[in-house]
């Protein structure tokens, strides 16, 4: 089946490096969505990317869809102990179903 | 905070136990979602309900058993369950239905202990 693979598993960092999850998918996505899930929290909605090529940036965040539409990065600049947590991407495939990535989780250590 | 709410936060039972998860939105959205998260695996979509229809099964053993009386509750009913379906039980919800490909709000979660 359609698969959405997020690498890094983990990624620890010292406060202030920066920090970048690639996601990738084996077929072309409609979207790509992204959520932070805080430890001992739910899922919770960043950003969605719609067109080919897409960059938008949310503060330290910046988000980019790529040009097949089958991959997307996040990246944050300058980390902060307040950015730990796992982030998901998420894509709509041809059906309309969403997919989830398993996740990278991001330690910062102060 | 999210406007979508889920009863119990924590659950304990055992394998012949019968118990059930709510899920309650409060934001007059068309669709709604159980996942399943587990640790190390992706979320796993379970059920889907588009305007109180499901619409989406993903091969779930049937001792879990969806119940979405209206487009605000769902539920989703648990008995012998196994050990293995430990595991954090996300319920979702979306604006305008699975048609349009939207954002999902996700509640809380119920954190489930099968022993």
């Known amino acids: 089946g359609q698969q959405v693979m997020q690498i890094p598993q983990y990624q620890h960092v010292q406060e202030g490096e920066d920090f970048t999850t690639y996601c990738n998918s084996s077929?072309?996505?409609?979207?790509i969505q992204w959520y932070k899930q805080r430890p001992g929290g739910h899922p919770v909605f960043l950003i969605q990317?719609?067109?080919?090529?897409e960059v938008k940036k949310q503060k330290r965040l910046t988000f980019q869809f790529g040009e097949a539409k089958k991959n997307s990065s996040l990246h944050i600049t300058a980390t902060q102990t307040t950015d730990v947590g796992t982030y998901f991407c998420?894509?709509?495939?041809?059906?309309?179903?969403?997919?989830f990535g398993q996740g990278t989780t991001l330690q910062v250590k102060p | 905070e999210t406007g979508v709410t889920q009863t119990p936060r924590h659950l304990v039972m055992g394998m012949t136990n019968k118990k059930s998860l709510k899920c309650e939105q409060h934001?007059?959205?068309?669709?709604m979602y159980w996942y399943k998260q587990s640790a190390k695996k992706p979320l796993e979509l379970m059920f889907v309900?588009?305007?109180?229809?499901?619409?989406e099964n993903n091969s779930v053993p049937s001792r879990f058993s969806p119940e979405c009386p209206n487009s605000s509750h769902l539920f989703l009913h648990l008995h012998t369950l196994q050990p293995e379906d430990s595991a954090l039980y996300l319920c979702?919800?979306?604006?305008?239905?699975?048609?349009?490909?939207?954002?999902?709000?996700f509640g809380p979660g119920t954190r489930l202990l099968v022993l």
């Open positions: 979702a919800s979306s604006p305008f239905g699975t048609s349009y490909q939207e954002t999902q709000y």
């Open positions: 998420a894509g709509h495939n041809n059906t309309g179903k969403l997919i």
């Open positions: 990317l719609v067109k080919s090529g």
């Open positions: 309900y588009n305007f109180k229809e499901q619409t």
């Open positions: 077929t072309t996505l409609s979207n």
């Open positions: 934001l007059g959205h068309n669709a």
